[in-house]
T-cell receptor, first 113, second 113 residues
Framework: DSGVTQTPKHLITATGQRVTLRCSPRSGDLSVYWYQQSLDQGLQFLIQYYNGEERAKGNILERFSAQQFPDLHSELNLSSLELGDSALYFC????????????FGPGTRLTVT | TQLLEQSPQFLSIQEGENLTVYCNSSSVFSSLQWYRQEPGEGPVLLVTVVTGGEVKKLKRLTFQFGDARKDSSLHITAAQPGDTGLYLCAGAILMSNTGKLIFGQGTTLQVKP
Protein backbone atom coordinates (compact mmCIF):
# COMPACT_ATOMS: atom_id res chain seq x y z
CA ASP A 1 0.00 0.00 0.00
CA SER A 2 1.61 3.28 -1.19
CA GLY A 3 -0.57 5.47 1.02
CA VAL A 4 -2.08 7.20 -2.02
CA THR A 5 -5.82 6.66 -2.38
CA GLN A 6 -7.93 7.08 -5.48
CA THR A 7 -11.67 6.92 -6.01
CA PRO A 8 -13.52 5.50 -7.73
CA LYS A 9 -11.77 2.28 -8.69
CA HIS A 10 -13.89 1.82 -11.80
CA LEU A 11 -16.01 4.25 -13.79
CA ILE A 12 -18.19 3.50 -16.78
CA THR A 13 -19.81 6.40 -18.58
CA ALA A 14 -21.07 7.45 -21.98
CA THR A 15 -19.50 9.68 -24.61
CA GLY A 16 -20.10 13.37 -24.03
CA GLN A 17 -20.35 13.00 -20.27
CA ARG A 18 -18.20 14.54 -17.55
CA VAL A 19 -16.51 12.71 -14.66
CA THR A 20 -14.39 13.62 -11.66
CA LEU A 21 -11.59 11.46 -10.34
CA ARG A 22 -10.33 11.99 -6.82
CA CYS A 23 -6.94 11.48 -5.23
CA SER A 24 -5.59 11.80 -1.70
CA PRO A 25 -1.79 11.94 -1.47
CA ARG A 26 0.40 10.23 1.12
CA SER A 27 0.49 11.99 4.45
CA GLY A 28 3.09 14.77 4.28
CA ASP A 29 3.37 14.86 0.48
CA LEU A 30 2.74 18.24 -1.11
CA SER A 31 2.91 17.30 -4.78
CA VAL A 32 0.24 15.44 -6.70
CA TYR A 33 0.67 14.15 -10.23
CA TRP A 34 -1.87 12.77 -12.67
CA TYR A 35 -1.00 10.20 -15.33
CA GLN A 36 -2.95 8.47 -18.05
CA GLN A 37 -2.08 4.93 -19.04
CA SER A 38 -3.42 3.38 -22.21
CA LEU A 39 -2.26 0.34 -24.13
CA ASP A 40 -0.96 2.28 -27.11
CA GLN A 41 0.45 5.34 -25.33
CA GLY A 42 1.94 3.89 -22.19
CA LEU A 43 2.09 6.04 -19.05
CA GLN A 44 1.70 9.71 -19.95
CA PHE A 45 2.22 12.61 -17.56
CA LEU A 46 -0.77 14.94 -17.49
CA ILE A 47 -0.23 17.54 -14.78
CA GLN A 48 1.47 18.28 -11.45
CA TYR A 49 0.25 20.35 -8.54
CA TYR A 50 2.41 21.44 -5.65
CA ASN A 51 0.81 22.81 -2.49
CA GLY A 52 -2.25 23.96 -4.39
CA GLU A 53 -0.47 25.50 -7.37
CA GLU A 54 -0.01 24.07 -10.85
CA ARG A 55 3.70 23.25 -11.35
CA ALA A 56 3.98 21.36 -14.62
CA LYS A 57 1.82 20.38 -17.53
CA GLY A 58 2.15 17.51 -19.92
CA ASN A 59 0.00 16.51 -22.86
CA ILE A 60 -3.23 17.27 -21.07
CA LEU A 61 -6.23 17.90 -23.28
CA GLU A 62 -8.18 21.13 -22.94
CA ARG A 63 -11.22 19.02 -22.03
CA PHE A 64 -9.34 17.89 -18.95
CA SER A 65 -8.68 20.02 -15.89
CA ALA A 66 -7.39 19.45 -12.39
CA GLN A 67 -7.03 21.20 -9.09
CA GLN A 68 -5.48 20.65 -5.71
CA PHE A 69 -7.41 21.73 -2.65
CA PRO A 70 -6.14 23.23 0.64
CA ASP A 71 -6.24 19.80 2.29
CA LEU A 72 -3.95 18.67 -0.59
CA HIS A 73 -6.35 16.22 -2.16
CA SER A 74 -6.72 16.60 -5.90
CA GLU A 75 -9.41 16.12 -8.48
CA LEU A 76 -9.09 15.46 -12.19
CA ASN A 77 -12.09 16.54 -14.23
CA LEU A 78 -12.66 14.98 -17.64
CA SER A 79 -15.39 16.47 -19.81
CA SER A 80 -16.95 15.85 -23.23
CA LEU A 81 -15.66 12.33 -22.95
CA GLU A 82 -14.68 10.41 -26.06
CA LEU A 83 -14.12 6.70 -26.60
CA GLY A 84 -10.38 7.36 -26.77
CA ASP A 85 -10.37 8.67 -23.21
CA SER A 86 -10.88 5.15 -21.92
CA ALA A 87 -7.76 4.39 -19.92
CA LEU A 88 -6.31 3.92 -16.48
CA TYR A 89 -5.79 7.19 -14.64
CA PHE A 90 -3.18 7.22 -11.91
CA CYS A 91 -2.45 9.74 -9.25
CA UNK A 92 0.97 9.88 -7.64
CA UNK A 93 2.40 11.99 -4.87
CA UNK A 94 5.80 13.11 -3.65
CA UNK A 95 7.20 15.24 -0.87
CA UNK A 96 8.54 18.18 -2.84
CA UNK A 97 7.94 19.99 -6.10
CA UNK A 98 11.05 18.60 -7.77
CA UNK A 99 11.05 15.20 -6.11
CA UNK A 100 11.25 12.34 -8.57
CA UNK A 101 10.45 9.51 -6.20
CA UNK A 102 6.75 9.31 -6.72
CA UNK A 103 4.28 6.96 -5.08
CA PHE A 104 1.36 5.83 -7.15
CA GLY A 105 -2.21 5.14 -6.19
CA PRO A 106 -4.16 2.08 -7.36
CA GLY A 107 -5.69 3.96 -10.29
CA THR A 108 -9.15 4.58 -11.70
CA ARG A 109 -10.19 2.56 -14.71
CA LEU A 110 -12.35 4.74 -16.94
CA THR A 111 -14.45 3.13 -19.64
CA VAL A 112 -16.27 5.39 -22.07
CA THR A 113 -19.01 3.65 -24.06
CA THR B 1 10.61 15.79 -27.40
CA GLN B 2 12.30 13.65 -24.81
CA LEU B 3 11.79 9.95 -25.25
CA LEU B 4 12.81 6.88 -23.33
CA GLU B 5 13.01 3.68 -25.29
CA GLN B 6 12.85 0.39 -23.47
CA SER B 7 13.91 -2.94 -24.82
CA PRO B 8 12.85 -5.59 -25.10
CA GLN B 9 9.13 -4.90 -25.02
CA PHE B 10 8.31 -8.49 -24.06
CA LEU B 11 10.39 -11.15 -22.40
CA SER B 12 9.33 -14.69 -21.53
CA ILE B 13 11.91 -16.78 -19.72
CA GLN B 14 12.21 -19.83 -17.50
CA GLU B 15 12.71 -19.62 -13.76
CA GLY B 16 16.40 -19.37 -12.90
CA GLU B 17 17.47 -17.52 -16.04
CA ASN B 18 19.12 -14.11 -16.04
CA LEU B 19 17.84 -11.12 -18.00
CA THR B 20 18.61 -7.51 -18.74
CA VAL B 21 16.21 -4.72 -19.61
CA TYR B 22 17.50 -1.57 -21.28
CA CYS B 23 16.29 2.00 -21.17
CA ASN B 24 17.83 4.43 -23.67
CA SER B 25 17.46 8.05 -24.62
CA SER B 26 19.27 10.75 -26.55
CA SER B 27 18.47 13.14 -23.70
CA VAL B 28 20.29 13.60 -20.42
CA PHE B 29 18.24 13.02 -17.29
CA SER B 30 18.92 14.30 -13.81
CA SER B 31 17.77 10.99 -12.38
CA LEU B 32 16.12 7.82 -13.47
CA GLN B 33 13.58 5.69 -11.70
CA TRP B 34 12.58 2.06 -12.19
CA TYR B 35 9.06 0.96 -11.37
CA ARG B 36 7.32 -2.41 -11.40
CA GLN B 37 3.63 -2.65 -12.16
CA GLU B 38 1.28 -5.59 -11.80
CA PRO B 39 -2.00 -5.83 -13.75
CA GLY B 40 -4.70 -3.55 -12.38
CA GLU B 41 -2.37 -1.86 -9.90
CA GLY B 42 -0.28 1.28 -9.78
CA PRO B 43 3.47 1.29 -10.47
CA VAL B 44 5.66 0.61 -7.44
CA LEU B 45 8.98 2.41 -7.15
CA LEU B 46 11.96 0.05 -7.10
CA VAL B 47 14.94 2.38 -7.23
CA THR B 48 16.21 5.84 -8.12
CA VAL B 49 19.64 6.38 -9.68
CA VAL B 50 21.10 9.86 -9.78
CA THR B 51 24.83 9.81 -10.47
CA GLY B 52 26.32 8.83 -13.83
CA GLY B 53 27.78 5.32 -13.56
CA GLU B 54 25.87 4.60 -10.37
CA VAL B 55 25.03 0.97 -9.62
CA LYS B 56 22.38 -0.05 -7.11
CA LYS B 57 21.42 -3.53 -6.00
CA LEU B 58 18.10 -4.68 -4.64
CA LYS B 59 18.41 -8.38 -3.80
CA ARG B 60 18.61 -10.10 -7.21
CA LEU B 61 18.03 -6.86 -9.13
CA THR B 62 20.93 -4.67 -10.26
CA PHE B 63 20.31 -1.21 -11.65
CA GLN B 64 22.87 0.88 -13.50
CA PHE B 65 22.79 4.48 -14.68
CA GLY B 66 24.91 5.24 -17.73
CA ASP B 67 27.96 7.46 -17.37
CA ALA B 68 26.33 10.16 -19.51
CA ARG B 69 23.00 9.78 -17.69
CA LYS B 70 21.20 8.97 -20.94
CA ASP B 71 20.60 5.29 -20.37
CA SER B 72 20.00 2.71 -17.71
CA SER B 73 19.74 -1.03 -17.34
CA LEU B 74 18.02 -3.45 -15.03
CA HIS B 75 19.57 -6.88 -14.60
CA ILE B 76 17.73 -9.68 -12.82
CA THR B 77 19.68 -12.71 -11.68
CA ALA B 78 18.01 -16.10 -11.32
CA ALA B 79 14.54 -14.81 -12.17
CA GLN B 80 11.58 -16.16 -10.22
CA PRO B 81 7.87 -16.30 -11.10
CA GLY B 82 7.30 -13.52 -8.56
CA ASP B 83 9.36 -11.21 -10.77
CA THR B 84 6.64 -11.34 -13.42
CA GLY B 85 5.25 -7.91 -14.22
CA LEU B 86 5.65 -4.73 -16.23
CA TYR B 87 8.93 -2.91 -15.65
CA LEU B 88 8.97 0.80 -16.37
CA CYS B 89 11.85 3.23 -16.47
CA ALA B 90 11.15 6.92 -15.94
CA GLY B 91 13.49 9.85 -16.43
CA ALA B 92 13.44 13.18 -14.64
CA ILE B 93 14.00 16.13 -16.96
CA LEU B 94 17.34 17.88 -16.49
CA MET B 95 17.22 21.31 -14.87
CA SER B 96 13.49 21.14 -14.31
CA ASN B 97 12.23 22.26 -10.95
CA THR B 98 9.25 19.98 -11.29
CA GLY B 99 8.65 16.31 -10.69
CA LYS B 100 7.64 15.65 -14.28
CA LEU B 101 8.75 12.17 -15.37
CA ILE B 102 9.10 10.75 -18.87
CA PHE B 103 8.18 7.07 -18.89
CA GLY B 104 9.40 4.37 -21.22
CA GLN B 105 6.84 2.07 -22.86
CA GLY B 106 7.69 -0.71 -20.45
CA THR B 107 8.99 -4.26 -20.59
CA THR B 108 6.54 -7.05 -19.87
CA LEU B 109 8.37 -9.88 -18.14
CA GLN B 110 6.94 -13.35 -17.75
CA VAL B 111 8.88 -15.87 -15.70
CA LYS B 112 7.64 -19.40 -16.11
CA PRO B 113 8.12 -21.96 -13.33
Amino acid sequence: DSGVTQTPKHLITATGQRVTLRCSPRSGDLSVYWYQQSLDQGLQFLIQYYNGEERAKGNILERFSAQQFPDLHSELNLSSLELGDSALYFCASSIGQGTYEQYFGPGTRLTVT
Amino acid sequence: TQLLEQSPQFLSIQEGENLTVYCNSSSVFSSLQWYRQEPGEGPVLLVTVVTGGEVKKLKRLTFQFGDARKDSSLHITAAQPGDTGLYLCAGAILMSNTGKLIFGQGTTLQVKP
